[in-house]
């Protein structure tokens, strides 16, 4: 078991939103939503960070050409604010937390708070804080101009404006070296007021809350947002199964490094240092449900592309077995250019509940048929009667 504490995540925040995370040291994500899945896609995000992990924060929604008071803490008085862009690294310090409370920035102004809505939170402590702001469009098109960057890349060219999106190890340190060279002289916590965040509110995770049916609830979701709920309101299973996609996604992205037997099988001749969830991949506009990425022992890397179904795979629906082959070929191709060394193999992987004989007849084919595929596999699980997720593996 290795809980991992590589790679980053990129938060976006604007004028109001971020000088409360930064001075009360919480990393929050925005709550407003009316759909139960909506809920586990928020979950998976904020599971998918670890103690000691980067998060960099892209401002956006500045405008006017003013310069907002509430940044005096943070920001050169000479600087130009008149562009979103990305500013202050901070390092994740706790697991998340569901705080459905208010929480005003100690910057004493007023509008600089984070409302009950933003009720995912997770701990995070200052690395440093750059006196300006490098704005976007200078890293992605021309500062990065080999695309090191892809995440930030595939999100905008994508249009999904997820609340996190994750970084590799290797994206976060060439963002943290354009940051330093462009924007010298960051800060130190001592260089500015910053309150940790208090052990408030309920420690968030799938294990606390996935035997939790549909009984007696409301199915079509938190109208009002996270701060009309209680995370006992939330119905997370149907049956033997996840009821939402996502709500497997966020368990699997809360467990798959704490030395659960089938996935250390998977893993068990590579050190993982990376993985994370909802991975934008290919030109047309797909995500990847899951990857990570494993140091061999010859120091090059394994890719592990997960595709996750609440139910059966199935190939006569979407061409399931096609698109892991799609996303296996990309791991390959794509990842090896973004990475310190080669990615030498990749292991295709299913978690799902079943899969279907056809999509089993060509996964014995499909998921073979490259040279650098290896023992490709199904993972299956179903929940049980008491809500604990049981997995059995079967080879593809």
Request: aromatic share 12%.
């Amino acid at each position: 078991m290795r809980t991992i504490s590589e790679g980053g995540h990129l938060s976006t925040a604007n004028q109001r939103t971020y000088p409360a995370m930064a001075t009360r040291g919480c990393l929050a994500t925005y709550g407003g939503v009316s759909a139960w899945r909506s809920v586990m896609d928020l979950f998976s995000d904020v599971l998918s960070t670890r103690p000691g992990q980067y998060v960099f924060f892209n401002i956006a929604d500045i405008g006017g050409g003013e310069r907002p008071e509430d940044f005096l803490e943070f920001c050169d008085p000479e600087s130009d604010y008149s562009n979103s862009g990305y500013t202050g690294v901070f390092k994740i310090t706790g697991t998340p937390r569901f705080d459905p409370r208010s929480l005003e920035a100690t910057t004493g102004d007023d509008n600089a708070k984070l409302e009950e809505q933003y009720a995912l939170r997770v701990p995070i402590e200052p690395f440093g804080v750059f006196p300006g702001v490098l704005q976007e469009w200078r890293i992605l098109d021309t500062v990065d101009l080999q695309t090191e960057l892809w995440q930030p890349r595939f999100r905008k060219f994508l249009n999904s404006a997820k609340s996190l999106t994750a970084m590799t190890p290797f994206e976060a340190t060439r963002l943290m070296e354009i940051l330093d060279e462009n924007l010298p002289h960051w800060r130190k916590a001592s260089d500015y007021d910053w309150t940790r965040y208090p052990d408030t509110g309920k420690m968030l995770s799938m294990t606390n809350i996935q035997g939790q049916g549909g009984d007696g609830r409301d199915l079509s979701g938190p109208s009002d947002g996270l701060d009309s709920i209680e995370l006992s309101d939330i119905p997370v299973r149907k049956g033997r199964k996840f009821r939402h996609e996502k709500g497997l996604e966020a368990w699997w992205v809360e467990n798959f490094d704490l030395g659960i037997d089938e996935f250390e099988r998977l893993t068990y001749d590579t050190d993982i240092m990376w993985f994370s969830n909802y991975i934008p991949a290919t030109s047309s506009g797909q995500e990847l449900d899951g990857l990570a990425l494993g140091k061999k022992p010859n120091g090059k890397y394994r890719a592990f592309p997960i595709e996750m179904k609440k139910g059966s795979v199935n190939q006569s629906n979407k061409g399931e077995v096609d698109q892991l082959y799609r996303y296996s070929v990309w791991a390959k191709m794509f990842l090896s250019e973004k990475v310190d060394t080669d990615v030498e193999d990749v292991r295709p992987t299913f978690l799902a509940n079943e899969m279907g004989d056809t999509a089993r007849r060509v996964a014995e084919s499909r998921l073979h048929s490259e040279p650098y595929f290896t023992n490709p596999c199904l993972i299956k699980y179903q929940l049980t009667e008491g809500g604990d997720v049981q997995l059995e593996w079967v080879d593809i």
